[in-house]
């Protein structure tokens, strides 16, 4: 992996995204499995640090790396990446690439989701990003999006099913030294920190690759130094722990404890197993759990790292007898009056926002939400009217899935992630604030017992409160079997995937 590029941290996207297709009740987010792992102790002679170094020192890798996607011990994918320098149009550029694919079986269903890309960096200057073209395929809908850049803006088309749409967006900052942050951080011994464009939304995210020192990795019986980067975006509360050779080559990438993605010859990168998603990564419960409102429910948990906050108004957190992390879910009605509808705010407000995949001010999606809630000023009741639209209209399949709203409301059908999108997208054309929710959820399916499974499910804002609300479930208010983990954009919940254990469970009337 040449670069600490951009469609890495997609598979921090891809994978709870093919994990969350498993759908209804469940869709535990894969990810990525088992490597060597780092030990401490003496790591060797390091090379020299060169803290003025520029990315544009560092050398292309014009042949791929392949790297094995694993959630435990199972490969679920594959990826590649290469760097080279070409000319282009009379100007010398970096050319990143980077090619992926997800694979897993869903109740069912095989889904299967690809991604490509291309960032192009001038070499000369600050080497900014001039162009972006990226592709999607597979579960999740076919996609694409081509930007060319100057300084000030980028502008490029948008492709989906449902056609082309014109894109515009100012220009993020971006530039190579985020395309090789993790390199750069290794040959510097500091920190490197930068804006960064999210293709799949327009997203720029502040991205930070802290040096973190050496240590040693072993490879076929090997001790082999490495340099140690941690990576994460602004706000995540753990951070991915990238291993490089001196050389340059990534060899291992870790997301939590049950994550990994490995440096690997391209036959055996190619070769992933057949999992099923719902045994893999199910997260085993003592007893069966009540669905009641008003309920709390304490979870004792084993595996949740240090620093990764869950508390918020519904969640609290507090640390058990023997170090185990207990959390106490509540769910309750909302009391006090009914807070009245605002108006819809296409641009600002990141729980308002028109995005491509939430694009509520596609026609379809405007007139369903005003046929759905004309006449209804409180903000609650139209909302409750909204989920209850989404959970009769959508029929409940497994492993199908629509990255946008527009889409998932022509098919007609979906699982957790097309309920939850289709009624964020609704919510936010009445001019109620709303935003998407992953975490677990109680469910017994099959004979693997009582258990959580992955879910997505969405909060709306009542006034000055946040309401869970599950229209996949059709509960206007969200159990305390949901266990929320991030929230909108957030996507560092991944790093809980294989390492979650629940020990015990009690449960109250509050």
Known sequence: MKTRSPLLRRTASLLPGLALAAGLAAGPAAATGQAPA?????????????????PQDLPPRPAADWYGLYVGDKKVGWMSARTTHETRDGRKVAVSRQEMLVEATVGTRRVQRGAREERVYDLAGAGLLVALDTAFTGDGGNRSLRLACDARTCRGTSTAADGSRPVEVPHPGETLAQAEAARLAAVRCRDVAGPVLQAEDLRVKRMVDRYAGRTTLGLGGVATPVAVVEEREDGDRVAQR????????????????????????????????????????????????????????????????????????????????????LLTVTAREPSGPDAPRGAPAERGDPDQAATLDVDWTHPRIRALAEATVKGVPGTWTAARRLSRAVHDRLDKVYGQSQDRASEILEQGKGDCTEHTRLFVALCRAAGIRAREVKGLVYANYGEGGPGLYWHAWAEVKVGNDWIPVDPTFGQDVADATHVALGRGTRQDAIALVGALQVLRVETRKP
């Open 38 to 54: 780092a030990k401490g102790g003496k790591a060797g002679a390091a090379p020299a640090c060169r803290p003025s170094a520029r």
């Open 242 to 325: 990238v291993l490089l050779a001196d050389d340059g080559r990534v060899l291992e990438t870790r997301v939590g404890e049950g994550m990994v993605i490995r440096l690997e010859p391209e036959e055996l990168a190619r070769r992933i197993d057949a999992i099923d998603l719902f045994a893999t990564l199910r997260v085993a419960l003592p007893a069966p759990l009540p669905r009641d409102v008003p309920m709390s429910i304490t979870y004792a948990l084993r595996g949740v790292p240090a620093g990764f906050d869950l508390d918020d108004p519904r969640q609290r957190t507090a640390r058990g007898p023997a170090g185990e992390t």
